[in-house]
């Protein structure tokens, strides 16, 4: 069961808004987002030829990216007004090739911390018949910035 956190930013969604509309590699790579709640975010992910490996399913180094996204957003969603966030470090393991219609990548605080901040992301492929398999697992070290609103890597 996840835990539920309260936010010290009471606009900390129109914050995340934000700050994901600035950053110019999610709208390059097509994505968007689906959910943002204290703790939480999801970013969805459509398949698409600008962003496939040569076997035609949807890159690594795009999975990663918005794994990572998700993470990082899911931690400044706890952050407080006037701090951003920047990763210190992920691992992340590609469980299955992401060949569905869609990805959602589902990104949680596991441990808010003052400075770090530990969260994970599961990455989901979603086809229109229901189906959903897991392609991506991410764990990541996030790292409080204050005076850098909005900063998210």
């Known amino acids: 069961m996840n835990e539920v956190f309260a936010p010290r930013d009471p606009l900390f969604a129109e ?14 790579l097509g994505a968007s987002l689906a959910r943002v709640e204290p ?3 999801d970013i969805l992910l459509p398949h698409a030829p600008g962003i496939l490996q040569q076997h035609g399913f949807v890159h690594g180094g795009a999975v990663t ?17 006037g701090t951003g966030i920047l990763t210190v470090e992920f691992k992340i393991n590609l469980l299955a090739p992401a060949k569905a219609a ?25 086809d229109p018949d229901g189906s959903r398999v897991q392609v991506a697992l991410l764990t990541a070290t996030m790292m409080a910035l204050e005076g850098k609103a909005g900063v998210v890597d």
């Open 15 to 28: 914050r995340v808004r934000a700050s994901f509309a600035r950053q110019t590699l999610m709208a390059t």
């Open 102 to 126: 869609r990805l959602v990548a589902c990104g949680r605080v596991v441990r808010p911390g003052r400075t770090l901040t530990v969260a994970q992301t599961e990455v989901f492929g979603l």
């Open 39 to 41: 703790g939480e975010v």
């Open 65 to 81: 990216s918005i794994a990572d996204s998700a993470a990082g957003y899911a931690t400044l969603t706890l952050a407080p007004v």
